[in-house]
């Protein structure tokens, strides 16, 4: 008979989960439940069991290595660890939401100031899933859609778009699509004991406009698209002088004379490099491309419904520069979270526009 103390993590989630099938199980019947379940020499106290319930997430985080184990992995660093919990929360009380990427960066930053050296850990996504779950952090993340795709239509166009690229090597098929980018706004998920309210999500956008070559020796200049001609940022400067590609409406938005300008800036880069390329596009209906007196560019539009499958632009390339991005507005987040500003992702336009050319 074993006595209760030597219930390892195993058995403790073991407990756990016999509460969660028998939800109306009372402390005292899941005690007596356990000391014939894994025969204990005693039953063990209400406190012992109310622990154990209160643990199971840390329980259900842990590999077989650790569950069993009878002693919960000792955290190699505490006063990091408290350290970083406190600010977690601190960020919580001020409403800023945070992202795991931004909460790894501050935790290297905090083990930089504590002079951890040789010592310091690696700050993987699964050491930040045990700190959440060692301090009743949560993590949400709201999950976009990927768009809608009709793949009985990819499979009946699909023998057309072969066709149609064979006439061309890989150098002069190009892809151009556009992409919204919220340059404010703070990351989907947060982490936080609870959920943050009052922070309205900030949607000021530009629009970027990328195109390249499919064997990727040509990258156009990218598009920027914002709402003012000459936001406050730019200091009374035009996009063209600040060194950018920029067009501006209202809503920052593509639209059909801008698309227009575009292709025609297009061909006529062609044109002067003597080439003549296939432009694979979506339908988006700013792509107007009929009647339109082209000679070097011939246009190509995907079937509808079947861009966020096929779409080179869409396989990667659009992802990993937001992910670029927003590197620069986590490490400035830092910065400003540092300074005490009230609102840590706040940046201007240029600024954003800069980062973005980086990216």
């Known amino acids: 008979m074993k006595p209760s103390s030597s219930l390892s993590n195993d058995q403790k989630l ?8 028998n ?9 007596n439940w356990a000391m014939q379940e894994f025969k204990l020499s005693k039953v063990p106290t209400q406190g012992t069991i109310s622990n154990i319930l209160a643990k199971r997430q840390q329980y259900e985080s842990m590999d077989s290595t650790e569950l069993s184990s009878k002693r919960q992995r000792a955290v190699k660093h505490p006063e990091l660890d408290n350290v ?21 960066e501050k935790t290297r930053q ?40 009709d793949l009985d239509a990819i499979d009946r166009n699909m023998p057309t778009i072969k066709e149609k690229l064979q006439s061309y090597s890989l150098q002069d098929i190009y892809n151009m699509d556009e992409t919204g980018l919220f340059y404010l706004m703070a990351p989907d998920r947060t982490i936080a004991r609870r959920q943050i309210e009052g922070s309205k999500k900030d949607k000021t956008r530009l629009t970027f406009v990328f195109a390249a070559n499919a064997d990727g020796s040509h990258k156009m200049e990218p598009l920027i698209i914002g709402h003012a001609q000459r936001p406050r940022a730019f200091n ?23 698309f227009r300008e575009w292709l025609q800036k297009m061909d ?15 339908n988006a209906p700013s792509h107007v491309v009929r009647d339109l007196p082209f000679t070097n560019v011939q246009v ?19 992802a990993a520069f937001k992910r670029r991005y927003r590197r620069f507005q986590l490490q400035d987040a830092i910065d400003r979270d ?10 201007d336009q240029l600024i954003a526009m800069k980062w973005a050319k980086a990216a």
Request: hydrophobic share 40%; with cysteine; net charge positive.
């Open 14 to 21: 073991k407990i756990c989960h016999h509460k969660a099938a």
């Open 23 to 31: 939800p109306s199980i009372k402390q005292l019947a899941l005690a």
């Open 84 to 104: 970083l919990a406190n600010w977690v929360l601190q960020c919580q009380a001020r409403r800023v939401a945070l992202s795991g990427d931004l909460i790894k």
């Open 110 to 149: 905090f083990a930089r100031q504590l002079e951890l050296g040789e010592r310091t850990p690696e700050f993987s996504n699964g050491w930040l899933a045990k700190f959440n779950i060692r301090h009743g952090f949560k993590a949400q993340q709201s999950y976009g859609k990927s768009g809608f795709a």
């Open 236 to 258: 009374r400067k035009s996009g063209e002088q600040l060194g950018f590609y920029y067009r501006s409406n209202a809503k920052a938005w593509m639209t059909g004379l801008i």
């Open 268 to 282: 006529q880069q062609m044109q002067d490099a003597n080439r003549k390329v296939l432009l694979l596009l979506d």
């Open 300 to 318: 190509f539009l995907f079937p509808a419904n079947t861009t966020s499958k096929i779409q080179p632009m869409d396989a990667g390339i659009i």
């Open 338 to 347: 540092e300074q005490q500003k009230a609102d840590i992702y706040k940046v």
